[in-house]
C-alpha cells in the first residue's frame, strides 16, 4: 500500500467532501452508478441480496466496481450515523484511471478491501 501514497494522495485531493445525516441512502440497490465515495468519518452499513455489513472503517471506496463497470448497484448504502463522505462523478472517476499511472492499480487494491468485506458477510449468511 505505500507505493500508493502518491496516488492516493492525487486521486483524494480531487473529490468534493459532502457531509450526510444517519439514515441517508448514498444509493440503492439496482440504482446506474453514478457516483463512488470514499469514507472519510462515520458509518455506513451496505445492505443487499445476502445480508448486511456495517463499514466504519475510514478510507474505503463504495461503489468502485459499480461506476468503472458502469453497472448497476449490487446492494444499497445508507449512512448509520453523521457521515463525511469525498464523493467522484462517475465520469471523472474513470478519467483520474487515465490520467494516473497506478490509479487503476490503486483502484483495484481498494475494490478488493471492500470486497473482502462483503464476503466475509456472504459467508455468515451462507452458514445460517
Not at 485531493?13 to 446506474?32: M, N, T, V, W
Not at 463522505?85 to 478519467?95: D, G, S
Amino acid at each position: 500500500m505505500n507505493n500508493f501514497s502518491d496516488t492516493e494522495r492525487k486521486v483524494l485531493a480531487s473529490g468534493i467532501e459532502l457531509r450526510y445525516l444517519p439514515d441517508e441512502y448514498l444509493f440503492r440497490q439496482g440504482q446506474k452508478a453514478e457516483f463512488v465515495f470514499y469514507l472519510q468519518e462515520g458509518s455506513l452499513v451496505l445492505e443487499g441480496p445476502v445480508g448486511f455489513v456495517t463499514i466504519d472503517r475510514k478510507g474505503v471506496f463504495i461503489g468502485i466496481e459499480e461506476a468503472i463497470e458502469e453497472k448497476k448497484h449490487l446492494y444499497s448504502a445508507m449512512t448509520s450515523s453523521y457521515s463525511q463522505f469525498l464523493v467522484f462523478e462517475r465520469k471523472y472517476f474513470k478519467q483520474l484511471i487515465d490520467e494516473f499511472d497506478l490509479a487503476l492499480p490503486y483502484f483495484e487494491y481498494k475494490k478488493a478491501e471492500l470486497n473482502e468485506l462483503l464476503k466475509k458477510v456472504q459467508q455468515k449468511y451462507a452458514t445460517v
